[in-house]
């Protein structure tokens, strides 16, 4: 199960990794799209864009459906929801380290001010 999970994960952020692939999600967001229409901002051919598209496919971030010779892509989130809670774990992880080092820095600025005073 862990193993299976690193894995979504490894392809999820590979995916995430190509600002062609995250303009391409963007796009999905609002509405489906045939393959040519997520490739028309780049000025990339088919066949590139298609690479673009099956990488998101692989990572599990789009869902493509055949119509006759289209091509139709749509976004599907529940992979970014697992890539948000991993990243969530680690925003909470280092919120903890952070405030405890501010309240450490704080300590001592107090600490140093009565020792200051005291002179």
């Given at each position: 199960?862990?193993?299976?999970?690193?894995?979504?994960?490894?392809?999820?952020?590979?995916?995430?990794?190509?600002?062609?692939?995250?303009?391409?999600?963007?796009?999905?967001?609002?509405?489906?799209?045939?393959?040519?229409?997520?490739?028309?901002?780049?000025?990339?051919?088919?066949?590139?864009?298609?690479?673009?598209?099956?990488?998101?496919?692989?990572?599990?971030?789009?869902?493509?459906?055949?119509?006759?010779?289209a091509h139709l892509c749509r976004l599907n989130?529940?992979?970014?929801?697992?890539?948000?809670?991993?990243?969530?774990?680690?925003?909470?992880?280092?919120?903890?380290?952070?405030?405890?080092?501010?309240?450490?820095?704080?300590?001592?600025?107090?600490?140093?001010?009565?020792?200051?005073?005291?002179?």
């Amino acid at each position: 199960m862990v193993e299976q999970q690193t894995i979504v994960l490894d392809r999820v952020f590979h995916a995430l990794a190509d600002p062609t692939r995250r303009a391409m999600l963007k796009r999905l967001a609002s509405g489906e799209r045939r393959i040519g229409e997520l490739a028309s901002p780049f000025s990339m051919s088919l066949a590139a864009a298609s690479k673009h598209v099956r990488v998101l496919e692989q990572a599990g971030l789009i869902r493509r459906r055949v119509e006759g010779r289209a091509h139709l892509c749509r976004l599907n989130p529940d992979p970014l929801a697992a890539a948000d809670e991993w990243l969530h774990f680690y925003e909470r992880f280092w919120g903890q380290r952070l405030d405890a080092l501010e309240e450490a820095l704080n300590a001592e600025d107090g600490s140093e001010g009565d020792h200051h005073d005291g002179r």
